[in-house]
């Protein structure tokens, strides 16, 4: 990791090339394409560059020093031999190159971008400031970051979702300022907090499809595209009757549970049926300080899924609490009515269940669970594998309780939200 530093002097004793924009009478030329269909404005432009064979060293306007690697720069450049400039995605095969990429020269352009000239190729490369400036992979601390810092979350009686009025949302253009300005803090909150509640929709039915297309693709189950959540005779899942459930995660059954559940209220008048959020790896965290042997077989231990539907035969074998490979929380499966008979290690049962028990008594504590009404036109939106929903008992005959329900994948809400800010960096161009 580079500390910054001031600019080197012009007689650097690394320095095989080094070059400073000339001032040249003609017009800058424009500044060169990037290997993808992103806007990179130059917020800090290049004041000198400096290269040896294998390395580029960029000195920034504001002393940051970045270095990039020859065969690093070969493999990202935006030119046709390495990207079809029709998909931008890379067509060139680095190992075909006659001999490993070499720096034969460098230098600042008219326009502020970087050129080179690679060896043995005889091969002239740019590259825009901008875009070495976001891929500045010397300085970066974590590359692997999320997109938006994960905040967890207590409920408690004062404790309510982040909520948007959304009463012109459907309306709105597609990929308008307007729509931006309601869906961005709403990935947002979605990213940070894994919930989000969108207030004052339409309530015909279906229209949950045409939001949440607005973010992604809707995945199908079994249980359709959009579902309807309320009692129905002959249920084939405790959603649709009018009894309690306690917190879960839909689907936990799947090799890949949905990464998102949306929930469109367009009915509720019944008595009861309060519904209960809690944040998954707020409880986790709470397991892994309390009891982090519990926490720890809860990382471990091969739980059984299964559905128990008449017509499906849904089963995956997970552990409850998932930790991605730098050990940060990344899934929770936890859905006591969807567990199969747990098949594992004979000697490793009984600490299996008391970490059971121990997360669950966890899971009653009214410190986690913010409680709200549904109210008609409300849409929730939740990380179905991070957050547990619940709900109370209602009484089926005191009115009608109806919610549309879908589901999208995590995915969706990273690539709309990366568009989004895409989006706003093409505006602030086009606007300057
Ligand atoms: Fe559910």
Request: hydrophobic letters at 40%; one cysteine or more; a negative charge.
């Amino acid at each position: 990791m580079h500390a910054q530093t001031s600019r080197p002097s012009a007689n650097s004793s690394t320095s095989s090339v080094s070059t400073t924009a000339s001032s040249a009478a003609t017009p800058p030329s424009a500044l060169p394409p990037t290997p993808d269909y992103d806007s990179w404005p130059v917020a800090v432009a290049i004041a000198e560059v400096t290269s040896d064979s294998r390395v580029l060293t960029v000195t920034w306007q504001d002393g940051r020093v970045s270095r990039y690697h020859s065969v690093w720069l070969r493999e990202n450049a935006a030119d046709d031999s390495t990207i079809n400039p029709a998909t931008r995605e890379r067509i060139l095969d680095l190992s075909c190159l006659e001999a490993w990429p070499q720096i034969a020269a460098a230098r600042l352009d008219d326009s502020g971008a970087v050129e080179l000239i690679m060896s043995p190729e005889q091969r002239t490369l740019r590259f825009h400031p901008g875009w070495l400036r976001a891929h500045d992979y010397d300085n970066c601390e974590d590359p692997l970051a999320p997109l938006v810092a994960v905040e967890t979350w207590l409920g408690g009686a004062d404790a309510a979702p982040d909520t948007l009025d959304a009463s012109t949302f459907s309306t709105t253009a597609i990929d308008s300022p307007e729509e931006a300005s309601t869906l961005e803090p709403a990935l947002e909150s979605l990213l940070r907090k894994g919930l989000v509640r969108l207030r004052g929709l339409p309530t015909e039915p279906g229209t949950l499809a045409r939001v949440a297309e607005r973010i992604g693709p809707v995945r199908a189950t079994n249980f359709g595209t959009l579902f309807d959540v309320r009692a129905k005779p002959d249920p084939d899942s405790n959603a649709y009757t009018s009894i309690a459930l306690p917190p879960h995660v839909d689907l936990p059954t799947r090799e890949y549970h949905p990464g998102l559940q949306c929930l469109h209220c367009l009915e509720n008048s019944v008595a009861g049926g309060q519904a209960v959020m809690l944040d998954g790896f707020a409880v986790a965290d709470a397991l892994r300080q309390e009891d982090p042997e519990a926490f720890s077989t809860l990382t471990q231990v091969h739980w059984r899924y299964a559905n128990t539907a008449k017509t499906t035969d849904y089963v995956w074998h997970s552990p409850m609490i998932v930790l991605d490979d730098q050990g940060q929380l990344s899934e929770v499966r936890i859905a006591d009515f969807l567990r199969g008979p747990l098949m594992t290690d004979f000697d490793l049962v009984e600490e299996a269940y008391r970490a059971l028990m121990a997360l669950q008594g966890l899971l009653r504590q009214s410190r986690f669970a913010l409680r709200f009404t549904y109210a008609p036109g409300d849409l929730v939106i939740f990380d179905n594998r991070r957050l547990l929903h619940a709900r109370d008992a209602f009484e089926g005959d005191s009115g009608h309780r109806w919610l549309q329900g879908c589901y999208l994948e995590r995915d969706e809400v990273r690539s709309r939200y990366r568009m989004l800010q895409r989006r706003q960096r093409e505006r602030s161009l086009s606007d300057a």
